[in-house]
């Protein structure tokens, strides 16, 4: 019953954009263009009308909360509680440093190995955003938290906490979390994958052994953030920035 679990739940939510992702590679790969002459949008326009898209725009968060949620309650349905994988409010000053010691340690080199990824022709050109309506900075900041709850609780409190119960080891929970990560990042290219992957590895470790999960949510936050709002306002003023 956990395996076939976990299959429907990953078919519903992440495994399912990591499928996706990797057709959306193959794609970009069987064009003419190298990688880095294409270009993919992350936080795009999703209707003509200002209203309708700042609607939708909250609706795709809102999915997103849905599928952290749906991890949660699971396990909650199999007697787990909040405290068990480290989403209680017991150690907020710890969380709240180890978040933002988390999001300099991957944010930094991260934004370097892409500058190199795609300077060497493994990854496309990623463009955080190419929202810019006033309510813009509203929607990437609830973008930027709603990516990071379904990712931090699906791939890592929820996933490893079932394959716990599964018997695998953590070195294998850790491998096939990570790994995921990275899949559902292929749409980006070669790079966008192994610098998922590598975090996967370092933020599901850090949950392994603080069993500390909102670290893991602030960090990833600030990361997205930074990325998205911080790309929005600096677009157009940093030459580098496409």
């Known amino acids: 019953m956990v395996v076939v679990e ?11 954009s990591g499928l996706r992702s990797l057709l959306s590679l193959i794609d970009s790969l069987l064009r003419e263009e190298a990688l880095a002459d294409q270009a993919v949008a992350l936080n795009v326009s999703q209707a003509n009308n200002q209203v309708l898209d700042f609607l939708r725009q909250l609706l795709s968060a809102t999915q997103l909360f849905a599928w952290g949620a749906l991890g949660l309650y699971l396990l909650w349905r199999a007697g787990l509680k909040l405290r068990d994988i480290g989403l209680d409010r017991r150690r907020v000053p710890g969380d709240l440093l180890r978040g933002v010691g988390l999001a300099a340690l991957i944010g930094v080199p991260g934004l370097a190995f892409y500058l190199v990824a795609r300077a060497v022709g ?3 050109t990623v463009v955080p955003t190419t929202l810019d309506h006033w309510w813009a900075g509203l929607t990437l900041t609830v973008s930027a938290f709603a990516n ?11 996933l490893i906490t079932r394959l716990r119960q599964l018997g695998l080891r953590e070195n294998s929970s850790l491998l096939v979390s990570a790994v995921l990560r990275g899949s559902y990042h292929l749409y980006q290219g070669f790079g966008g994958f192994v610098g998922n992957v590598v975090m996967g590895l370092v933020f599901g470790r850090v949950w392994q052994r603080t069993n500390r999960l ?4 602030l960090a990833h936050f600030l990361i997205d953030f930074v990325a998205f709002v911080g790309y929005a306002l600096l677009r157009g003023h940093v030459a580098w920035l496409p």
Do not use: D, H, R
């Not at 909102?214 to 949510?217: D, E, H, K, S």
């Open 214 to 217: 909102w670290p893991l949510v």
């Open 148 to 158: 990071a709850w379904a990712e931090e609780v699906l791939v890592v409190g929820y």
């Open 6 to 16: 976990i299959v429907l739940v990953f078919t519903l939510t992440l495994g399912m």
């Open 122 to 124: 493994a990854n496309l």
